[in-house]
Each structure stands twice: as structure tokens, then as C-alpha cells.
């Protein structure tokens, strides 16, 4: 552990990269999307993640692995699972974990592509006794298509799993004649799942496919987070929805229905419990500029979101996102300015003020121009040049600006960028 953990913190110092953030968990080397498997074991909580340990950008996915004692320093760890069977060849792709008896179980995707090219998606089991090396179950896949009929072979993934009354139950993605869909398994064991039924079939909301689902309670109240693929050339984004699951007959009924983030740079939500509280990660990537990390010869693609609280506010009617971290407060009366250098502030924005933050090569302003919230943030980066209007609901924002990145908190509102912006250099 500790000959590991010297020769990956000499690893990232070799790459002086002023794009890589200091905040947000990055990939040592290679491409990195979906946050898997999200879970405390063995007095650390986990980070799985999609991965490619080969090059900086999509394809031979493998689960990358990453350990924190507080979310906020994450040490990086051996590979924990790659494609090795013929369920999995082409990729071991996303899902999650649930501790049992004492060992660590992490569901998962197997992805396989045929002689004719036909991708086919399985879910399978696979455990850990140290939450480091893992063991295939040997009688995977332990769902496959033959479940259910009319599902389409290459969407059916992304296993979710929870226990509640002594049972588990697996969320899953699905299309369905071109439409996304939510299904539940339920089973014993972890090892035989049994259809429970088709939970969430409004396909208004669910576009042509849904990925990454997620289901918890706070307070007494059902939420599911999930992605929305459009199609139409619409751009992806996760939302949650509000509202009540009936277990007996596995329906999902939706009261609230919102985009989780003001822009559509995060992506594939995972939730899990921390300390009692609900937290969220999410991949944070730029979908229109997914390869300029690679076309300027960084070493590294993709990175985590900061981890956000999830809680209900005193009415009990919204839903409030807070980052984690400490936070120094200002009151942002008139322009005022901050290299780029990781800074965490508090703001109050009076009518008509502006901060100003400021990158190597690039910088980020945010102003408040009206009574209602409304702010314009305007990016100038090395990869673009944007505009971005967003009403919020409040005065006083938490800002994280940490290299590449731009996370905004109000209340129930968030706005997240990839400025791709390089700070490093920059001096206070």
C-alpha cells in the first residue's frame, strides 16, 4: 500500500499540468467517465470509476479505483476490474456496490460485441474481501437479456443496487422501442434476481434512452436521479425526480421532475450514504470539447465533481445541493478579482456587482444583473469563448474555482462548467 501510494504521488508530480484540478478527482493516467460503486468499506469510503488505463480517450473500459478517509483527498489504487470474459470482453462498464456479510459486492455491466458487430449487455456480480482485489462470480452473467423481452441488447446496463427489508434491489436501465425505461429486479442473494416490473415509463421525461439510475429517500421521501439521452442532437443531462415508490407493485409515481444542474457538463450521478447524509458524485466533462485535453498532449481525460449534500430545505419543498469544503465569505459589492489558484468563496452579490476570476490563460466573470437571481457568466477559454444566462435562487453563492473548473451553488439551483481554464501558474 504505501510502495503504491509513493509511486502515484510521483507519477502525477512527473506531468506539471496547470489544467488538472486540485479539488476534483482526476485519472493518473488515461480517460475517465461514470463514478461506480460509490460505498464505505473497511474504514474507507470507494471510487470506482469508468476507465481507460491505456490512453486519454473512450474505449477498453475498465473499473479505475480510488480511496478517501474525508471525499475531499483521494489516494489512487490498483485497477479493480478489467474485461476478461466473454460476457465483459469489451468493456466492464458501469454499476455499483453493497456490503454483505462482511465482503465488499460490486454489480456491474459486462459489454460484448458480436462477429456482426451486435453490442449485447449482461449485469454480473463480482466480490472483494480487502475492497482491493475482486473475484468474478463464476456463474455470470446473473441477469441477461433473456429476462425480459424487447429490450434492446446494446441498452441494458448500469445496475443500481440497494437493500431494504432484508431484500436487494437492482435499478436498471433499459430501452425499450426506442424509449428509456427504469426496471427493478429484486432477489435473496445478490445472485438470482427475479422482474419485478417497469417503474418509471413516462417517456416524456425519459428520452431514448435513460442511463445510470439511482433511487434513495430523505426524510421519508423517494427520489431517483438518472441521465437522459435525447437524441436530435439535444444535449444529454441528469435529473431527478420527486416522489413515491410502491414496492409492491414496482411504480414509481414522479410529483417533481428538474434538471439537477443548470448546464449539462455533469453527467452519470451516483449517490451514497455518507455520515447519514445523502451525497452525490457526478463525471464532469465537456461533451463539445471532449477531446481538447487530448489535442494539447495532457496525459489525463475527465474528472468527479466536488461531492454535494443532497437535503431537504426547512419547508421541506426543495431540494438544496451544498459542496463539501470550507468556504471563506465575502460581500461582492462592486468588481473584484482572484487569480486562479483553487479559491473556495462564499459570496454575497449585490445588484449589479461582478467577480472576476482569472486563469493562466482565460478567466471566468459572474454578475448578478437583476432583482430576480439572474446572472451572467461569461467564459473565455482557450478551447471557447460562451455566454451563459441562469437564474438562480439567491444573492449568495458558494464559487468553486478550482483550475479547469467552475462549480456555482445557490439553494436548489447549481451551475457546473468545464472552463478548461489553466491556474496553476497563476500567483495570488
Same mark, same amino acid.
Given at each position: 500500500?504505501?510502495?503504491?501510494?509513493?509511486?502515484?504521488?510521483?507519477?502525477?508530480?512527473? +506531468?506539471?499540468?496547470?489544467?488538472?484540478?486540485?479539488?476534483?478527482?482526476?485519472?493518473?493516467?488515461? %480517460?475517465?467517465?461514470?463514478?461506480?460503486?460509490?460505498?464505505?468499506?473497511?474504514?474507507?469510503?470507494?471510487?470506482? !470509476?469508468?476507465?481507460?488505463?491505456?490512453?486519454?480517450? %473512450?474505449?477498453?473500459?475498465?473499473?479505475?479505483?480510488?480511496?478517501?478517509? $474525508?471525499?475531499?483527498?483521494?489516494?489512487?489504487?490498483?485497477?479493480?476490474?478489467?474485461?476478461?470474459?466473454? !460476457?465483459?470482453? $469489451?468493456?466492464?462498464?458501469?454499476?455499483?456496490?453493497?456490503?454483505?456479510?462482511?465482503?465488499? =459486492?460490486?454489480? !456491474? #455491466?459486462?459489454?460484448?460485441?458480436?462477429?456482426?458487430?451486435?453490442?449485447?449487455?449482461? /449485469?454480473?456480480?463480482? =466480490?472483494?474481501?480487502?475492497?482491493?482485489?475482486?473475484?468474478?462470480?463464476?456463474?455470470?452473467?446473473?441477469?441477461?437479456?433473456?429476462?425480459?423481452?424487447?429490450?434492446?441488447?446494446?441498452?441494458?446496463?448500469?445496475?443500481?443496487?440497494?437493500?431494504?427489508?432484508?431484500?436487494?434491489?437492482?435499478?436498471?436501465?433499459?430501452?425499450?422501442?426506442?424509449?428509456?425505461?427504469?426496471?427493478?429486479?429484486?432477489?435473496? $442473494?445478490?445472485?438470482? &434476481?427475479?422482474?419485478?416490473?417497469?417503474?418509471?415509463?413516462?417517456?416524456?421525461?425519459?428520452?431514448?434512452?435513460?442511463?445510470?439510475? $439511482?433511487?434513495?429517500?430523505?426524510?421519508?421521501?423517494?427520489?431517483?436521479?438518472?441521465?437522459?439521452? &435525447?437524441?436530435?442532437?439535444?444535449?444529454?443531462?441528469? =435529473?431527478?425526480?420527486?416522489?413515491?415508490?410502491?414496492?409492491? /407493485?414496482?411504480?414509481? #409515481?414522479?410529483?417533481?421532475?428538474?434538471?439537477?444542474?443548470?448546464?449539462?457538463?455533469? !453527467?452519470?450521478?451516483?449517490?451514497?450514504?455518507?455520515?447519514?447524509?445523502?451525497?452525490?458524485?457526478? %463525471?464532469?466533462?465537456?461533451?463539445?470539447? +471532449?477531446?481538447?485535453?487530448?489535442?494539447?498532449?495532457?496525459? %489525463?481525460?475527465?474528472?468527479?465533481?466536488?461531492?454535494?449534500?443532497?437535503?431537504?430545505?426547512?419547508?421541506?419543498?426543495?431540494?438544496?445541493?451544498?459542496?463539501?469544503?470550507?468556504?471563506? #465569505?465575502?460581500?461582492?459589492?462592486?468588481?473584484?478579482?482572484?487569480?486562479?489558484? #483553487?479559491?473556495?468563496?462564499?459570496?454575497?452579490?449585490?445588484?449589479?456587482?461582478?467577480?472576476?476570476?482569472?486563469?493562466?490563460?482565460?478567466?471566468?466573470?459572474?454578475?448578478?444583473?437583476?432583482?430576480?437571481?439572474?446572472?451572467?457568466?461569461?467564459?473565455?477559454?482557450?478551447?471557447?469563448?460562451?455566454?451563459?444566462?441562469? /437564474?438562480?435562487?439567491?444573492? +449568495?453563492?458558494?464559487?468553486?474555482?478550482?483550475?479547469?473548473?467552475?462549480?456555482?451553488?445557490?439553494?436548489?439551483?447549481?451551475?457546473?462548467?468545464?472552463?478548461?481554464?489553466?491556474?496553476?501558474?497563476?500567483?495570488?
Amino acid at each position: 500500500m504505501k510502495a503504491n501510494d509513493f509511486l502515484f504521488e510521483k507519477v502525477r508530480a512527473l +506531468e506539471k499540468d496547470g489544467a488538472r484540478p486540485n479539488l476534483h478527482f482526476t485519472p493518473l493516467f488515461g %480517460w475517465l467517465n461514470d463514478p461506480n460503486g460509490l460505498i464505505y468499506y473497511n474504514g474507507m469510503y470507494h471510487l470506482f !470509476y469508468q476507465y481507460n488505463p491505456f490512453k486519454n480517450q %473512450w474505449g477498453n473500459i475498465h473499473w479505475g479505483h480510488a480511496i478517501s478517509r $474525508d471525499l475531499q483527498s483521494w489516494n489512487d489504487m490498483p485497477v479493480a476490474l478489467e474485461p476478461s470474459e466473454s !460476457y465483459d470482453k $469489451d468493456g466492464v462498464f458501469s454499476g455499483s456496490a453493497i456490503v454483505k456479510d462482511d465482503q465488499l =459486492y460490486v454489480l !456491474y #455491466t459486462g459489454h460484448s460485441v458480436d462477429a456482426k458487430g451486435q453490442a449485447h449487455e449482461t /449485469q454480473c456480480l463480482a =466480490y472483494s474481501k480487502d475492497g482491493v482485489t475482486f473475484q468474478k462470480y463464476d456463474q455470470n452473467p446473473v441477469i441477461d437479456l433473456d429476462t425480459i423481452p424487447g429490450i434492446e441488447p446494446e441498452n441494458f446496463r448500469d445496475p443500481k443496487v440497494i437493500q431494504r427489508d432484508g431484500k436487494y434491489y437492482l435499478f436498471l436501465a433499459a430501452g425499450i422501442q426506442k424509449h428509456g425505461n427504469i426496471i427493478l429486479f429484486e432477489s435473496d $442473494d445478490l445472485r438470482n &434476481w427475479t422482474y419485478k416490473g417497469n417503474i418509471f415509463k413516462d417517456f416524456s421525461k425519459l428520452g431514448i434512452m435513460t442511463e445510470c439510475p $439511482d433511487f434513495f429517500s430523505i426524510d421519508g421521501r423517494d427520489f431517483l436521479t438518472f441521465c437522459v439521452i &435525447w437524441g436530435e442532437s439535444k444535449r444529454s443531462q441528469v =435529473y431527478l425526480a420527486e416522489g413515491k415508490m410502491d414496492w409492491d /407493485q414496482a411504480e414509481f #409515481t414522479c410529483d417533481k421532475f428538474m434538471a439537477l444542474d443548470g448546464n449539462a457538463d455533469i !453527467y452519470a450521478t451516483q449517490s451514497f450514504n455518507y455520515e447519514g447524509n445523502r451525497v452525490l458524485i457526478s %463525471w464532469f466533462r465537456s461533451m463539445e470539447n +471532449e477531446t481538447y485535453l487530448v489535442d494539447t498532449n495532457h496525459q %489525463w481525460n475527465g474528472m468527479m465533481t466536488i461531492p454535494r449534500y443532497l437535503e431537504l430545505a426547512e419547508d421541506g419543498k426543495k431540494v438544496i445541493q451544498k459542496p463539501f469544503g470550507v468556504f471563506k #465569505t465575502e460581500k461582492i459589492k462592486a468588481i473584484q478579482s482572484i487569480k486562479n489558484q #483553487t479559491p473556495r468563496i462564499q459570496g454575497i452579490f449585490e445588484l449589479g456587482s461582478q467577480y472576476l476570476f482569472q486563469g493562466k490563460d482565460g478567466e471566468v466573470k459572474i454578475k448578478r444583473i437583476n432583482d430576480e437571481n439572474e446572472y451572467v457568466i461569461t467564459v473565455h477559454s482557450p478551447a471557447f469563448k460562451k455566454e451563459y444566462h441562469w /437564474q438562480a435562487d439567491s444573492k +449568495e453563492l458558494s464559487l468553486i474555482f478550482d483550475n479547469s473548473t467552475l462549480e456555482i451553488f445557490a439553494k436548489e439551483k447549481t451551475f457546473s462548467i468545464v472552463t478548461l481554464i489553466q491556474g496553476r501558474e497563476c500567483e495570488r
